[in-house]
């Protein structure tokens, strides 16, 4: 199978993703063992998503942790477009936001893009990505983040607090340069020709609330950087800092090749997935196993193609000796997938099951989470 072209926007992402390849075409930076060592300073341990390179990129995280060293206030701010329901993939860039908020103590800002949702998919009603606005936001609130420090908006329902800061920014762009940096054709509707101005607006939105100067960082998957890209360009036109990012690899999807995606959803597993169901898509998941069991023992598996393996590694084996022996086990034989896919199964049920009843937990949160 020959390799396919890569593409990667805010609203696509296909092909085989080169990660060196991105941090060279968006200019942002690889992060480095030095600035690891700072955040596992402050945090006392190293996230599995740091430490195996899933956050492996990002613009300014040493400046933020300057601020942040110096005394001086950091925020957070990271979102989501509701457009159905929320899938793994989702989850891991949140459980990392929770990591950065525990450890430097900051408020959250996180959108929920219902008005961006409405604009791009056809089938979709406001009632539809609104629900889903409150849907999705009983999955973040599962992820245990602080209910002091959290700000949901809806666009839709929030707008009021960030029309004026939206306006400001969409001042400064042009047609030309959100062409340029978003690929915007003549038959786009208009609605999401503007719509980026309204993604910029969280960035600034703790600076206006607190009457001061905050530096925020953006955790999120790479496919949102040309909003970051088009904000940094602008923000110290409107008397803020740039926002920081800190960018996220794309889980892969448990087929073969691509990103998880909620159009697929028999590779995909939901939050709201009866564990069961979950569980045999995990048996019918692409491995990198060998045609026959008798192969399989003789030359080994190839765990570098294996989205069971990719599982273990994103999620579900954070005890990095055993994910060490898993691997070799694989490559030796002495494992085959049917065993390794039931193992991932179960860990994936118990996961479920765990996660959803902190989910049914949140709809009492719901209220307090929202931005008032
Ligand atoms: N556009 C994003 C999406 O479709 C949602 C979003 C809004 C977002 N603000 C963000 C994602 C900030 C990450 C960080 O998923």
Redesign the pocket.
């Known amino acids: 199978m020959g390799k396919e072209e890569m593409i990667v926007t ?2 696509k992402v296909s092909g085989d993703v080169d990660y060196d390849k991105l941090i060279e075409k968006f200019g942002t930076k690889p992060i480095t063992v030095e600035l690891l060592e700072r955040i596992e300073r402050h945090a006392g341990y190293l996230h599995v998503q740091l430490r195996r390179g899933i956050f492996f990129s990002h613009r300014d995280m040493d400046w933020w942790l300057d601020i942040y060293e110096s005394g001086l206030p950091v925020g957070l ?5 509701p ?1 159905g329901p929320v899938h793994l993939g ?1 989850l891991l ?1 949140w459980f990392f936001t929770k990591y950065l908020q525990d450890t430097f103590d900051a408020d959250l800002y ?4 219902d008005d ?2 409405f604009l791009i998919h056809p089938e979709l009603s406001l009632e539809d990505t609104v629900g889903y606005t409150h849907e999705n936001a009983l999955d973040l609130i599962a992820c245990g983040l602080n209910p002091e420090k959290t700000f949901i908006i809806s666009d839709v329902k929030h707008i009021s607090h960030l029309y004026r800061l939206a306006l400001q920014v969409a001042k400064h762009i042009t047609f030309s340069t959100a062409k340029a940096i978003f690929g915007f054709t003549e038959s786009d509707n208009i609605g999401i020709i503007w719509f980026p101005a309204v ?1 910029a607006a ?1 960035c600034f939105i703790q600076s206006v609330r607190e009457g001061r100067k905050v530096a925020v960082l ?4 790479i ?2 950087d040309p ?1 970051w890209r088009m904000t940094r360009d602008i923000a110290e036109h409107l008397g803020f800092y740039k926002p920081a990012q800190m960018h996220a690899k794309f889980l892969p999807g448990l087929g073969r090749g691509g990103k998880m995606s909620a159009s697929m959803p028999e590779t995909a597993i939901f939050t709201i997935d009866p564990p069961e169901r979950a569980a045999q898509k995990v048996m019918n998941a692409y491995t990198g196993g060998r045609p026959t069991v008798r192969e399989q023992r003789m030359l080994g598996g190839d765990p570098s193609i294996c989205t069971v393996f990719a599982y273990y590694y994103y999620l579900f084996e954070e005890d990095d000796e055993r994910l060490k022996r898993l691997e070799e086990d694989c490559r030796s034989g002495s494992i085959i997938c049917g065993e390794c896919k039931e193992r991932l199964a179960e860990r994936v049920k118990i996961f479920l099951r765990e996660f959803q009843e902190r989910r049914e937990k949140a709809r009492e949160l719901l209220d307090k989470f929202f931005l008032k």
């Open positions: 805010p609203w701010y990271t979102g989501r477009g457009s989702h860039p996180f959108q929920m893009t961006e949702k993604q969280p953006i955790p999120a998957a496919d949102q909003y």
